[in-house]
């Protein structure tokens, strides 16, 4: 009950500053000036409700806890128009709202969810991993800037990768043997996904990559054979594994790496 009411709390609190700014929109536009400072610095408004956004989204359950692409939508949205009216920048609406529109429609289409990997659990049901060292699937940060899986988990829960970057970049690594698939958007910046000392817990599993004028490194174990069906748009995909399993005497794993690269780069290696 309480986060039904933080929930509705927060979306109350968004009603009325969108109402406040409105009025006081109105007012400005029919020569009463006394919001001034507020309206002349209309894009820190913008700024303020992506990141109660993305602070309420990350203070939800677990279920939700993945970031939506909204609150750094209208976050940098915000701060363009703010570059823009300091003149720090050059910017032209008209020139902005269709590539931007098209840029938050295609992005939420093309955002894979953890379910998608689901798909390839009716070929191994015959094959399930018996490996017992199991990591729970949440991320933890370490002392040099990566995040890492917690501690042991001892109800056998699946680990998902979720990696959702913009504007930035980062390093991210899971040891946890009950990999189950994956999902990596880059925008505008890197990731570096370290699995070399994770398994997965069935044959086969699909991590889904997309890099938008950003990069994406993915580091696998030497026993995993790599299928890549990455669609590169003016971008580039690289797999340099090779597959060790006969040679190490271990059981072959295989993940299939899909997704697309636009004006970004994709590499697989070991």
């Not at 700014?21 to 536009?29: Q, R």
Request: overall charge neutral; some cysteine; charged content about 20%.
């Amino acid at each position: 009950m309480k986060k039904h009411r933080g929930n509705a709390s927060m979306r109350t609190l968004l009603g009325l500053a969108l109402i406040v700014f409105a009025v006081l929109l109105f007012f400005k536009n029919i020569g009463i000036h006394f919001s001034g400072m507020l309206l002349g610095n209309w894009p820190i408004a913008l700024i303020v409700i992506g990141g109660v956004l993305l602070y309420s989204g990350k203070k939800g359950d677990d279920e939700n806890k993945q970031t939506e692409f909204l609150p750094y939508f209208l976050i940098g949205i915000g701060v363009l128009f703010l570059l823009s009216k300091y003149s720090i920048i050059s910017l032209s609406i008209g020139a902005l709202i269709g590539p931007l529109v098209l840029l938050f429609i295609g992005v939420n289409i093309l955002r894979p969810h953890k379910k998608r990997s689901q798909k390839y659990q009716s070929e191994t049901k015959d094959e399930q991993a018996t490996d017992a060292d199991v990591l729970d699937g949440e991320w933890e940060p370490m002392d040099d800037g990566s995040i890492k899986s917690a501690a042991p988990a001892s109800n056998g829960e699946d680990t998902q990768i979720d990696v959702f970057t913009i504007l930035g970049g980062g390093n991210f690594s899971t040891r946890s043997k009950a990999l189950s698939g994956g999902n990596v958007i880059a925008l505008l910046g890197g990731v570096d996904i370290d699995i070399r000392e994770a398994d997965a817990n069935q044959p086969t599993i699909e991590i889904e990559v997309l890099a938008v004028m950003g990069g994406v490194e993915i580091k696998v174990p030497p026993h995993w054979d790599v299928v890549v069906k990455v669609l590169p748009l003016l971008g580039g995909v690289s797999n340099k594994t090779t597959c060790l399993a006969e040679k190490l005497s271990i059981p072959k794993k295989r993940v299939v790496v899909t997704g697309v690269a636009f004006m970004g780069g994709v590499e697989i290696r070991n």
